[in-house]
Nanobody, 122 residues
Framework: QVQLVESGGGPVQAGDSLRLSCAAS????????VGWFRQAPGKEREFVAA????????SYADSVKGRFTISRDNAKNTVYLQMNSLKPEDTAVYYC???????????????WGQGTQVTVSS
């Protein structure tokens, strides 16, 4: 069983940077791929980025490529999402989720955090 807690969200200005953290419990965290998803008001939850358990492979949504970077430190049981050049359209609640394999399909993730709000003003 994996429990996830996101942190690092907050209000920022367009062009600013923010780093989100996803802290996990459990001794087998390195066996889990982790994905970041986001949900803006009135919109469906969407994939943002994902990383394999060992950190050797990543995947990004086209809308964040070149601006966001996902990474992980398994010694700290934490996955990070570095967000640069933030835009107002990045405003959303950001969730991390864990699954045994790397996937962009949110329905396949069994473990979810509670989310952290990111608000980008112009």
């Amino acid at each position: 069983q994996v429990q996830l807690v996101e942190s690092g969200g907050g209000p920022v200005q367009a062009g600013d940077s923010l780093r989100l953290s996803c802290a996990a419990s459990g001794r087998t965290f390195s066996r889990y791929a982790v994905g970041w998803f986001r949900q803006a008001p009135g919109k469906e939850r969407e994939f943002v980025a994902a990383i394999t358990g060992g950190g050797g492979a990543t995947s990004y949504a086209d809308s964040v490529k070149g601006r966001f970077t996902i990474s992980r430190d398994n010694a700290k049981n934490t996955v990070y999402l570095q967000m640069n050049s933030l835009k107002p359209e990045d405003t959303a609640v950001y969730y991390c989720a864990a699954d045994r394999r790397l996937t962009t399909n949110m329905s396949l993730y069994d473990h979810w955090g509670q989310g952290t709000q990111v608000t980008v003003s112009s």
